[in-house]
C-alpha cells in the first residue's frame, strides 16, 4: 500500500529542545516537501526537495532544517524550537515537483 | 506572490444539492492546480489535478474546471452527501516544487 508516514503523530516538547519530525515514503517519489499548518493562515511550505541531496527553502523556513540523505525520507528538524512553531505539519510526496501530491497523517506539535 | 483565494470560507447545503467551491489565483503562470479534501484531525486527499493545459477534471461525482486566464478554478460535487463534509481546499503549483494553498471551504452536508 502506497504510503506517506509521518512519526510521531502528536508531540509535546519544551522550549529549546531538539527534536526531529521523520517522513518516510514507500512510493519511490523523488519529491518531498514539508509544510506546517495554522488557523486563519493555512497550508505554507517550509522546506522542499527534488532529489536526494538537494533541497530548499519554501515560505516559512526559519527555524527549520532539513536533510535528504535517501529518497524514501525526508526529516524535519527543529534545532531549537520556540512556541510560535507549535503547529499541525504534514509531509508530502510526489513523483515530481509539478505532480499530484500525497499527503502523510500529520504531526501535531506543542512547544512550551 | 501567488495568491490564491477560497471563496466561501463556510458552506452548509442540504443533501442531494449540488456543491460549487471556487478557487481564484493571481497569477495564470501555473504549472497545474490540484483539489484536497481535508478531515478534521486528518491529512490532505488528492481528489483530482487538472495540468495547466486542460480545461477540466472529473472523477465520479466530482468536476473540476480552470480557466488560467481569469484565474479561476470550480469544483463541482454532484448530489452531496453528508460523507462529502469536510474541508475542500485547492493548491496551485505556481513554481516547479512550489505549491500555494488558498485557506479552504468548509463544507457541511445536512442529512
Known amino acids: 500500500e502506497a504510503q506517506v508516514t509521518q512519526n510521531p503523530r502528536y508531540l509535546i516538547t519544551v522550549t529549546g529542545k531538539k527534536l526531529t519530525v521523520t517522513c518516510s515514503q514507500n512510493m519511490n517519489h523523488e519529491y518531498m516537501s514539508w509544510y506546517r499548518q495554522d488557523p486563519g493562515l493555512g497550508l505554507r511550505q517550509i522546506y522542499y526537495?527534488?532529489?536526494?541531496?538537494?533541497?530548499d527553502k519554501g515560505d516559512v523556513p526559519e527555524g527549520y532544517k532539513v536533510s535528504r540523505k535517501e529518497k524514501r525520507n525526508f526529516p524535519l528538524i527543529l534545532e531549537s524550537p520556540s512556541p510560535n512553531q507549535t503547529s499541525l505539519y504534514f509531509c508530502?510526496?510526489?513523483?515530481?515537483?509539478?505532480?499530484?501530491?500525497?499527503f502523510g497523517q500529520g504531526t501535531r506539535l506543542t512547544v512550551v | 506572490k501567488q495568491e490564491v483565494t477560497q471563496i466561501p470560507a463556510a458552506l452548509s447545503v442540504p443533501e442531494g444539492e449540488n456543491l460549487v467551491l471556487n478557487c481564484s489565483f493571481t497569477d495564470s503562470a501555473i504549472y497545474n492546480l490540484q483539489w484536497f479534501r481535508q478531515d478534521p484531525g486528518k491529512g490532505l486527499t488528492s481528489l483530482l489535478l487538472?495540468?495547466?493545459?486542460?480545461r477540466e477534471q472529473t472523477s465520479g461525482r466530482l468536476n473540476a474546471s480552470l480557466d488560467k486566464s481569469s484565474g479561476r478554478s470550480t469544483l463541482y460535487i454532484a448530489a452531496s452527501q453528508p460523507g462529502d463534509s469536510a474541508t475542500y481546499l485547492c493548491?496551485?503549483?505556481?513554481?516547479?516544487?512550489?505549491?500555494?494553498f488558498g485557506a479552504g471551504t468548509q463544507v457541511v452536508v445536512t442529512p
Open positions: 526537495s527534488m532529489n536526494v541531496e538537494v533541497t
Open positions: 493548491a496551485v503549483t505556481y513554481s516547479w516544487g512550489k505549491l500555494q
Open positions: 508530502a510526496t510526489s513523483l515530481t515537483g509539478g505532480t499530484e501530491a500525497f
Open positions: 487538472i495540468q495547466s493545459s486542460q
